[in-house]
Nanobody
Framework: QVQLVESGGGLVQPGGSLRLSCAASGTIFSIYAMGWYRQAPGKQRELVADITSGGITNYVDSVKGRFTISRDNAKNTVSLQMNSLKPEDTAVYYC???????????WGQGTQVTVSS
């Protein structure tokens, strides 16, 4: 059974930084990509950033230059370094993994990120 475990959420002041981490566990033979999504109250879930097993990254425009996604394929982990945080970054952040075997899209439970003064 695949499980994604997230850590690193919390409360931070505008301009501050947080680092989110996610580890995929279970019997996993291949992962296409891992990433982070977020959802604020009353808004649709959106992709924040993702990274393929080959290291290709993608970011939503609103976080470009502020967030950096990285991965460790050997450990099946993905991290999101969030700098220069803004109040509009406040959301529940969900780890996501697109896995080839066992095939499927998997989600973490979510971790709250609150940016407020």
């Amino acid at each position: 059974q695949v499980q994604l475990v997230e850590s690193g959420g919390g409360l931070v002041q505008p301009g501050g930084s947080l680092r989110l981490s996610c580890a995929a566990s279970g019997t996993i033979f291949s992962i296409y990509a891992m990433g982070w999504y977020r959802q604020a109250p009353g808004k649709q879930r959106e992709l924040v950033a993702d990274i393929t097993s080959g290291g290709i990254t993608n970011y939503v425009d609103s976080v470009k230059g502020r967030f950096t996604i990285s991965r460790d394929n050997a450990k099946n982990t993905v991290s999101l370094q969030m700098n220069s945080l803004k109040p509009e970054d406040t959301a529940v952040y969900y780890c996501n993994a697109k896995i080839g075997n066992p095939r499927g899209t998997y989600w973490g439970q979510g971790t709250q990120v609150t940016v407020s003064s």
